[in-house]
C-alpha cells in the first residue's frame, strides 16, 4: 500500500520529534515520523542532557546554545512540564594556568551576550561546598541547566499527536528513492511511504540514512559511558563539567569519549576511571554506591558542528543531525519549521550546512 505525506521525519528522537511538534504548530501538513526502534531507542534516552552553554565555543555556537536554552522556558509552558531547571552550569578547573583560558573564554562569550564568571576557590566552594577545596576555580554561568530527556521526547510526540502527526515505530527504513519528484521511501514494515519532502534526523545512524539518497554525510560516532549511583539526599544544586544530580537523587556522572562504532557496551576501565573522576571532583562521593551504568552513541559531525539544513543536490530532502541535541532541539525544531515552511531562517544557517563539507566540484 502507498501513502502519501507532505513531509516524512526518519528519526523519532530529540531532534525528530521536536521538529515534528515545531512543525505541526503550523497545522497546514500531513507529517509522518517513521522511527526504527522506540522514540528513546537512540542517543536521546542514553545522555547526560545537560542544556549546556558557557563554554561551548567558538562564541558563534554558544550563541546558538544559549537561544536554544532561552526557549526552554517557553517550550515548557507549550508542551508541559519538561523537568527543565537553570541550575547554573559550573566548569571546574585544578590548574591555576587554566584561569588565563577562562578569562579568554569569559571575554569571548561576553561579545555574544553569554555571561561567564571565573571564580576562584573559594567562590566555587561557597556556591558548591561539595566540590574538592583541590580545585583552582571554575567558570560559572547561571545560563546553563538540565531537562529530564525522557519527558522531553514524549512531550514532544504527545504534544505533535494532538497536531495530528502520525508516528510508526519499529519500522526502520530500508530504502529511499526519487521518483517523478517524490520521495518513495520502504521500510520494513513493506509500506512504501510517498512524501513531498524528507527530513533525515537518523542521530549516529544517519550516515546510513544518507546513503540511501547516495549522499555522503561525514559524521563519526562516539561512545560515551556515564555511571549512575544510588539516589542520594539533594547536595548538588548546579549543573556541573561531569556530573548533575537528578530529581530523584541519584548522581551521573561521566564524560568519556571512545571511536567504537555503534557498541553500546559498557566497560571496566570507563567505568573505574568515570568513578575516579567523580571523587577527584567531589570527594563526597568515594561513599556512594554505583547502581548502573550505561552507554550512548554520540553522532559527531567531522568538524564537530551540526549539520543542519537542505541536502545539496537532492531537492527537497534536509537533515538536522548534531552532538548536544538536548540542548539545541527547540531551536533547531523552530529554525527547520522556518525553513521548511518559509525557504529561510531568522538564523542564518550558512556555517551548518552539509554544503561546507562538499569538495569545490561536488558544489551545486
Ligand atoms: C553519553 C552522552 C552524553 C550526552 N550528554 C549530552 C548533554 O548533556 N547535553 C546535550 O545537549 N547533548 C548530550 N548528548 C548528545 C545528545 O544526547 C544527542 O545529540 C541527541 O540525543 C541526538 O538526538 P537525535 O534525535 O539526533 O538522535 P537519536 O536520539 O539517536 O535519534 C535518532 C533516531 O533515528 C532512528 N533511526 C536511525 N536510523 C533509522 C532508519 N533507517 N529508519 C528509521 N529510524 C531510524 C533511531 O532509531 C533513533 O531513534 C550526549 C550524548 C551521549 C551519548
Not at 521518483?179 to 537518523?202: M, S
Not at 551504568?293 to 551540526?306: E, L, M
Not at 531537492?315 to 548536544?324: G, K
Request: aromatic content about 8%; glycine content about 10%; hydrophobic content about 40%.
Amino acid at each position: 500500500m502507498t501513502k502519501y505525506y507532505d513531509i516524512v521525519i526518519i528519526g523519532c528522537g530529540v531532534i525528530g520529534s521536536s521538529i515534528a511538534y515545531h512543525l505541526s504548530e503550523q497545522k497546514q501538513k500531513d507529517i509522518l515520523v517513521v522511527d526504527k526502534g522506540f522514540p528513546l531507542s537512540g542517543t536521546s534516552g542514553s545522555t547526560q542532557a545537560w542544556v549546556w552553554v558557557h563554554n561551548k565555543t567558538p562564541s558563534w555556537y554558544g550563541e546558538l546554545s544559549m537561544y536554544s536554552a532561552e526557549l526552554y522556558p517557553f517550550l515548557g509552558k507549550k508542551i508541559g512540564d519538561v523537568e527543565y531547571k537553570r541550575t547554573g552550569g559550573i566548569a571546574p578547573f585544578f590548574n591555576e594556568s587554566e584561569r588565563e583560558q577562562a578569562l579568554k573564554l569569559a571575554e569571548a562569550q561576553a561579545a555574544v551576550g553569554i555571561k561567564v564568571d571565573v571564580l576562584n576557590r573559594d567562590q566555587v566552594l561557597q556556591k558548591e561546598p561539595s566540590l574538592s577545596p583541590s580545585i583552582a576555580g571554575a567558570t560559572y554561568s547561571d545560563i546553563d541547566g538540565n531537562v529530564n530527556p525522557f519527558r522531553l521526547v514524549e512531550l514532544y510526540i504527545k504534544a505533535a499527536q494532538r497536531n495530528h502527526v502520525q508516528f510508526t515505530f519499529y519500522n526502520p527504513v530500508l530504502d529511499i528513492k526519487k521518483e517523478k519528484g517524490l520521495f518513495k521511501i520502504l521500510t520494513k514494515k513493506e509500506e512504501t511511504i510517498t512524501a513531498d519532502k524528507v527530513i533525515v534526523a537518523g542521530g549516529p545512524w544517519t550516515k546510513e540514512i544518507g546513503e540511501m539518497m547516495g549522499v555522503h554525510i561525514p559524521v563519526k560516532q562516539v561512545r560515551g559511558q556515564i555511571i549512575v549511583t544510588e539516589p542520594l539526599a539533594p547536595f548538588l544544586t548546579h549543573t556541573i563539567g561531569g556530573m548533575r544530580q537528578a530529581e530523584n537523587g541519584e548522581v551521573l556522572i561521566g564524560y568519556s569519549k571512545e571511536e567504537v562504532g555503534y557498541d553500546r557496551r559498557t566497560t571496566l576501565d570507563v567505568i573505574q576511571e568515570t568513578a575516579r573522576m567523580a571523587v577527584d571532583y567531589v570527594p563526597a562521593l568515594d561513599k556512594a554506591n554505583v547502581v548502573r551504568s550505561f552507554s550512548g552513541i554520540r553522532v559527531i559531525p567531522k568538524d564537530g558542528f551540526p549539520i543542519v539544513g537542505t541536502i545539496p543536490g537532492v531537492q527537497n530532502a534536509f537533515i538536522a543531525t548534531m552532538h548536544s541535541g538536548i540542548t539545541l532541539s527547540p531551536l533547531i525544531g523552530t529554525l527547520m519549521t522556518e525553513l521548511l515552511m518559509e525557504g529561510e531562517t531568522s538564523i542564518d544557517l550558512g556555517r551548518l550546512s552539509l554544503r561546507r563539507f562538499m569538495k569545490a566540484s561536488e558544489k551545486i
